[in-house]
């Protein structure tokens, strides 16, 4: 069983350090790699998705909180209100709020709804240090997160374009879902007393996951503290599972905050809010990414995606014009040197490099690469010009295949 802290620290992904505290970890440049490229992607899919793209400050003051009803449910996981002057400010749990006073800045017609807000943006929780582990449970968190803010009528569709894009990006990070979980209220009084809202939402996500085919098991205790929700389960090679992605249903914030649209008949309406996180937080995503695939990330996401292995220092000046044209195509490559051991020893180093180019004498000479893939296939020499834009398409398919036969 592969453990992403374990793994993060080998292959120098991420690091933390007590100076700068727990749960706080830092990224290294192959983890920023990994962790810029997971965004990119997600960023990418919302606008073909037609989301629109905002950035809201980490701080808000306490008022808007205790208007959402974060501060009065929420706020055992909260930090400290910090005194500025008159005021007290916080660092957010949940980028909710702001979202919602973003779209009630400008007044809305029921001709743009759905409208669809999306931001990776970071919140704060204040965890115990005694459930902090590496990624997984952090107390700084990048979010993948969005808003939509619709009709009534659109709420089904909505839910349902979102669990698409979530089995989409699944496939393209080649991850498998434990199972779906309908997260609904339980005993006790951390939940928003609605019972007629808590109804409307239940039924529309029950209906959502009805249509969708998927098979679901509805617990209770598990949703959020405004409304319940549909949580994608992951499950670690122990058979731990957390929640990796979530769509949820929200009545209660459009009251809290006042929303309104002007509808066909020209009164006010009150919009009904999706959340959904396709990929949840962006630590979390790519622990369990490290742990399903070992380090061996998808072609599209690794941090190297091609090693240029010259075997001696002959090929040195062409590696060295190999790893410049792969970086003008965009891809990620790095030359590995004589200096760095035997070919044998660099093979071996390289592992997890999707792609790898031995350079000899005759493909320093003729423009052709023999390309080794990581699963240990060794493929016909290819002049270099076919061989990189294979590469390139399969990359910028996000595909999980090495090698497209074809």
């Not at 249903?249 to 309406?269: I, M």
């Not at 790893?323 to 891809?331: D, H, N, S, Y």
């Not at 000479?365 to 390139?392: K, Q, S, Y």
Request: net charge neutral.
């Amino acid at each position: 069983m592969s453990d992403h802290r374990k793994l993060g620290r080998e292959l120098g992904l991420f690091d933390t350090d007590p100076l700068i505290g727990a749960g706080l970890p830092y990224w290294l440049p192959d983890g920023a790699t990994v962790r810029h490229t997971l965004e990119e992607y997600i960023r990418a899919a919302e606008r073909r998705a037609g989301y629109r793209h905002v950035y809201s400050p980490v701080l808000g003051k306490r008022e808007l909180y205790e208007l959402s009803g974060h501060w009065q449910h929420y706020g055992d996981d909260m930090y400290p209100p910090m005194d500025l002057g008159a005021e007290q400010v916080v660092l957010r749990p949940s980028l909710c709020p702001h979202h919602a006073v973003i779209y009630r800045s400008r007044a809305h017609s029921y001709r743009e709804l759905p409208l669809r807000m999306a931001e990776l943006g970071g919140m704060y929780r204040s965890e115990l240090s005694g459930v902090l582990g590496g990624l997984t449970r952090v107390r700084a968190i990048q979010l993948n997160d969005a808003h939509i803010f619709c009709t009534l009528d659109q709420v089904a569709d909505e839910a349902g374009a979102a669990l698409e894009m979530i089995r989409q990006a699944y496939e393209a990070l080649g991850i498998t879902p434990a199972r779906y979980r309908l997260s609904l209220p339980g005993p006790g009084g951390k939940y928003v007393a609605a019972p007629e809202l808590w109804r409307r939402s239940t039924a529309v996500l029950t209906d959502v996951l009805d249509r969708s085919g998927l098979a679901y098991e509805a617990v209770e205790g598990e949703a959020a503290f405004y409304g319940p929700k549909i949580d994608v389960q992951v499950a670690d090679g122990a058979g731990r599972e957390s929640t990796l992605s979530t769509v949820q249903v929200d009545f209660h914030q459009p009251e809290r905050f006042d929303l309104r649209y002007v509808g066909p008949d020209g009164a006010r309406h009150r919009p009904v809010m999706v959340h959904r996180s396709i990929i949840g937080s962006v630590e979390r995503a790519v622990a369990h990414l490290l742990e399903e695939h070992g380090g061996a990330f998808p072609a599209w996401l690794a941090p190297t995606q091609l090693v240029v292995l010259p075997i001696s220092e002959t090929e040195l000046a062409r590696a060295g014009e190999l790893v410049r044209r792969c970086a003008e195509l965009g891809l990620r490559a790095q030359l590995a040197g004589p200096d760095r051991g035997s070919l044998g020893a660099r093979i071996r180093e390289a592992r997890l490099v999707p792609y790898q180019a031995v350079m000899g004498p005759r493909e320093a000479a003729d423009g052709r690469l023999a390309l080794r893939l990581r699963d240990g296939r060794r493929l016909n020499p290819l002049p270099t010009g076919e061989a990189l834009a294979r590469i390139d398409a399969l990359v910028r398919a996000h595909s999980t295949e090495l090698w497209d036969a074809a």
